[in-house]
């Protein structure tokens, strides 16, 4: 099970709407001469993914969540995401280009025409599959946990010095 941290935006109806914490980056942006990608992704809009799943843990509006992901169900829906319209291009450029080279006609505009009809075809039926709400764990997206905020105390407080900190903390 993969995990994400994620906040609840509603909860209504045994149902939740959260939205995910996104980072588009490995995280080494934040180190000084980074792989750039950071600049990738500044061309691009910046959406805050939300989306809805079973509220059997009882979360509230405003709590800091766990949201597990099915590692194979990510698997079935990368395949469909990517190698669908992948295998619609390759199928309909043979094709095109089979069936304009039997009708006498030039067998590369056929297989340009057929493959554009290939891709179309599997992006809409995608597009459509996407569109079809999944019911209850069907979309492997489940709610694990409240994640609790962890209780901070000054160190001199708890009578330890920073030095005897530093070997405890990884």
Not at 65 to 71: A, L, Q, R, S
Not at 146 to 158: A, E, K, N, R, W
């Amino acid at each position: 099970m993969i995990e994400q941290r994620g906040l609840v935006l509603r909860a209504d109806g045994g149902r939740a709407q959260i939205a995910a914490d996104h980072n588009p980056s490995c995280g080494s942006c934040a180190a000084h001469g980074g792989c750039s990608t950071k600049w990738l992704t500044a061309l691009f809009p910046r959406r805050e993914p939300t989306f809805f799943v079973d509220n059997r843990i009882g979360a509230r509006p405003g709590d800091a969540v766990i949201v597990g992901v099915d590692e194979q169900q990510l698997q079935r829906n990368s395949l469909l995401l990517y190698a669908l319209p992948l295998a619609g291009l390759l199928a309909g450029g043979v094709l095109g280009e089979s069936a304009f080279s039997m009708l006498g006609a030039h067998p590369e505009l056929g297989g340009i025409l057929g493959g554009l009809t290939g891709l179309i075809a599997a992006l809409t039926f995608v597009r459509r599959r996407a569109a079809i709400p999944l019911a209850g764990d069907h979309c492997g997206v489940r709610l694990l946990r409240i994640v609790q905020p962890q209780p901070s105390y000054p160190l001199g407080d708890l009578g330890v010095s920073q030095s005897q900190f530093s070997r405890f903390r990884d």
